[in-house]
T-cell receptor, first 110, second 114 residues
Framework: GEDVEQSLFLSVREGDSSVINCTYT??????LYWYKQEPGAGLQLLTY?????DMKQDQRLTVLLNKKDKHLSLRIADTQTGDSAIYFC??????????FGAGTRLTVKP | EPEVTQTPSHQVTQMGQEVILRCVPI?????FYWYRQILGQKVEFLVS????????KSEIFDDQFSVERPDGSNFTLKIRSTKLEDSAMYFC????????????FGNGTRLTVT
């Protein structure tokens, strides 16, 4: 069935770039999203990309979409300790129901 | 920036009791959702709501669950006869449109059933 997969852990040094990868299976997805969850907090929308785009940049964030391979990535430039969180990839299906990945826990070491 | 707010942040209840989780969506949003995240598992869709009725629901959303928009601002999730396995983080979300506007989530209510 349809699923969203992402690696569970990523560790980087402060100042480096982080790249979080995600694969999805539903080719009819219209939007793909990245959400950030800090400890004890909700799901904060970071960015999203329409399925007919292949790249979107927003300050330190770059989203790349390879629709042929159903691969989505989030690059965080100049990663800071405050970026430590769980990052969820999600795809929309039906009207706007969403399917989430399990989340990637990003740890930023000073 | 407008936010989705959820209350309470943590709810503890005994098995068999009924709970109501409350949400105030962003004021000009028209579509409302509930998701849940069991500890260590994925965020799962429960239900979507538009124009005072359920538009989609998942297999999880059985007769034990109901949603309501009792007034112009609140959106509630009622869980009747709670079970231990209902323990989870419940997230409310809202969006302005359906297909082309992102969901904005609240901070969640952690439900613990003992």
């Amino acid at each position: 069935g349809e699923d969203v997969e992402q690696s569970l852990f990523l560790s980087v040094r402060e100042g480096d770039s982080s790249v979080i990868n995600c694969t999805y299976t539903d080719s009819s997805s219209t939007y793909l999203y990245w959400y950030k969850q800090e400890p004890g907090a909700g799901l904060q929308l970071l960015t999203y990309i329409f399925s007919n785009m292949d790249m979107k940049q927003d300050q330190r964030l770059t989203v790349l979409l390879n629709k042929k391979d159903k691969h989505l990535s989030l690059r965080i430039a100049d990663t800071q300790t405050g970026d430590s969180a769980i990052y969820f990839c999600a795809e929309s299906y039906n009207n706007n129901d969403m399917r989430f990945g399990a989340g990637t826990r990003l740890t930023v070491k000073p | 920036e407008p936010e989705v707010t959820q209350t309470p942040s943590h709810q503890v209840t005994q098995m068999g009791q009924e709970v109501i989780l409350r949400c105030v969506p962003i004021s000009n949003h028209l579509y409302f959702y509930w998701y849940r995240q069991i500890l260590g598992q994925k965020v799962e869709f429960l239900v979507s709501f538009y124009n005072n009725e359920i538009s989609e629901k998942s297999e999880i959303f059985d007769d034990q669950f109901s949603v309501e928009r009792p007034d112009g601002s609140n959106f509630t999730l009622k869980i009747r006869s709670t079970k231990l396995e209902d323990s989870a983080m419940y997230f409310c979300a809202s969006s302005y449109r359906d297909r082309d506007s992102p969901l904005h989530f609240g901070n969640g209510t952690r439900l613990t059933v003992t």
